[in-house]
């Protein structure tokens, strides 16, 4: 990091955390009291606050990582400040270490955007910069700050594993991933996503050499053909790169720290007897097909200021109009998955207080046949989604959208907190908008920010066999 470039950098991370520190008084005096899921998190993590490590909540579905964090942090904190009383582990310090997190996912995002994007180094200070400032503000993260959910700090080991897969510290990225995976059991497809990269990276070299040999250059190495010839033809590849042991040892050989975090995972599948802990009836997986259709709408939204422009939009009418076989199979597939697979979780339809509801209530469930007029949306929204990140190998792709589908598919329930890690990935991948697309991002996110913390603090209501007051949040 040059010394201009910390400067402002450090300058930004105060900045950040002072607001953050400021709107987390307000929305701590407006609630004071745990709300929504921290009904849960906040009465376990003080019985771990008070060494009663035994006592467990069978309504948690997640492992005890934020609790142990949680207490880490606290507890030595206590100890120094001779802290005594109820302010010892209450809702608003176990809060309070979400901030930290947010504080940490800051730096680890401008470390990753600098290790990602090094051939402009030259010339990308401010844009990397005012990048990881606009993605630490990205609104749905950025909301769960402020109260006791496990999204911060299980963003915050995601990307330190990451990190750590990059700066080719394998070891020390598996710990972390067993960290992530102590937040959130569904984090372990990204644990898996660090392994693939590496096989990816391998899987390429073999790819490049092929083509060298046969002077193939019909089509780009970093693009996903889209033709059922190119894809025959990936697949073949794939088939007999997996099944050579030379190839399998050479990627082991780097790669056994995330294998032997993957064997320890599934052990614990088979003693657990599922993925989940705790209330199982809520969180069963299914095979959802629309939610990846969800999560390309997300994204295209959400990356719209550093995504979409004029040029992109003709490039998809161009390659419609080249193409239009492969796109109506493609819609007759997508029309089917819609047809076949829309699930629709109990949870989304009962609970008021949440976005997700108004958007299914609101849009989808409009007219039974609005869920297959979206279709060519999201066709255009996942060509948009994959255009971003053509400057990526072809089996880098292949790999991220395997833990794409992973990550999202199984899902039932429409939860735009699931979208996070998915969403930040796309994001960080991409390649760095100018200026003044980050400007626009940025005051975006702001805007959405600043909505959604106004509406939870003043549009309050209650329940007619509740007298608890109810807001409404992501």
């Known amino acids: 990091m040059e010394k201009f ?3 402002i950098f450090t300058a930004l991370c105060s900045t950040n955390f002072f607001v953050s520190c400021l709107l987390f008084s307000r929305v701590t005096r407006e609630q004071r009291e745990p709300y929504m899921d921290e009904v849960f998190h906040v009465p376990q993590a003080q019985k771990y606050c008070q060494g009663k490590f035994n006592e467990w909540d069978p309504m ?25 009383g109820e302010v010892v582990c209450s809702t608003a310090m176990l809060r309070f270490v979400n901030l930290l997190f947010n504080c940490g996912n800051l730096y680890l995002l401008y470390l990753l955007l600098c290790r990602l994007h090094l051939r402009e180094k030259t010339r990308t200070t401010s844009r990397r910069v005012l990048s990881a400032l606009s993605l630490s503000t990205f609104p749905v993260l950025y909301f769960f700050n402020f109260l006791y959910y496990t999204d911060a700090g299980s963003t915050f080991f995601i990307l330190f594993t990451y990190l750590m897969t990059l700066y080719g510290c394998h070891k020390a990225s598996a710990l972390l991933g067993v960290c992530s ?25 073999a790819w490049r050499l092929e083509h060298m040999k046969k002077k193939d250059e019909k089509s780009p190495l970093s693009q996903v053909p889209l033709s059922l010839s190119g894809a025959k033809k990936v697949g073949l590849f794939t088939l007999e ?11 082991l050989l780097v790669a056994w720290p995330y ?25 069963e997986a299914c ?31 161009h390659t419609l109009k080249k193409q239009p076989v492969f796109f109506l199979v493609l819609t007759a597939i997508s029309l089917l998955l819609v047809w076949k697979f829309t699930f629709t979780h109990r949870y989304l339809l009962a609970d008021n207080r949440h976005f997700p509801f108004y958007v299914w209530k609101k849009v989808f469930q409009r007219h039974e046949l609005v869920r297959f007029l979206l279709v060519p949306a999201y066709i255009f929204a996942g060509w948009n989604f994959l255009d971003s990140l053509k400057s990526r190998t072809l089996f880098w792709s292949l790999a991220f959208l395997a833990c794409l589908l992973a990550a999202t598919v199984p899902q039932k329930l429409l939860e735009f907190r699931y979208f996070i890690v998915p969403y930040l990935m796309y994001r960080l991948h991409m390649p760095l908008p100018s200026f003044p697309r980050l400007m626009v991002e940025f005051l975006l996110y702001t805007a959405v920010n600043a909505a959604t913390i106004f509406i939870f603090i003043t549009k309050t209501f209650h329940w007619a066999n509740s007298p608890a007051t109810q807001r409404f949040m992501w």
């Not at 005890?64 to 005594?84: E, N, Q, R």
């Not at 939610?291 to 003709?314: A, G």
């Open 287 to 317: 095979l959802n097909f629309p939610q990846l259709f969800y999560f390309f709408s997300f994204s295209l939204f959400f990356s719209l200021p550093v995504s979409l422009c004029y040029h992109r939009v003709l490039r998809f009418l």
């Open 241 to 251: 790169f997996l099944t050579s042991p030379a190839n399998l040892k050479a990627v």
């Open 259 to 283: 294998a032997a975090v993957g064997v320890g995972f599934l052990a614990f599948m088979v003693l657990n007897d599922g993925i989940v802990v705790g209330d199982r009836t809520s969180h």
């Open 60 to 84: 948690i579905t997640t492992l005890p990582g934020l609790y142990l964090v949680s207490v880490g942090i606290i507890k030595p904190v206590v100890w120094l400040a001779d802290l005594t």
């Open 5 to 7: 470039e910390g400067y």
């Open 181 to 205: 995976v102590l937040f959130r059991q569904t984090n372990i497809v990204w644990v898996a996503f660090c392994a693939g990269t590496l096989m990816a990276l391998k899987m390429d070299e």
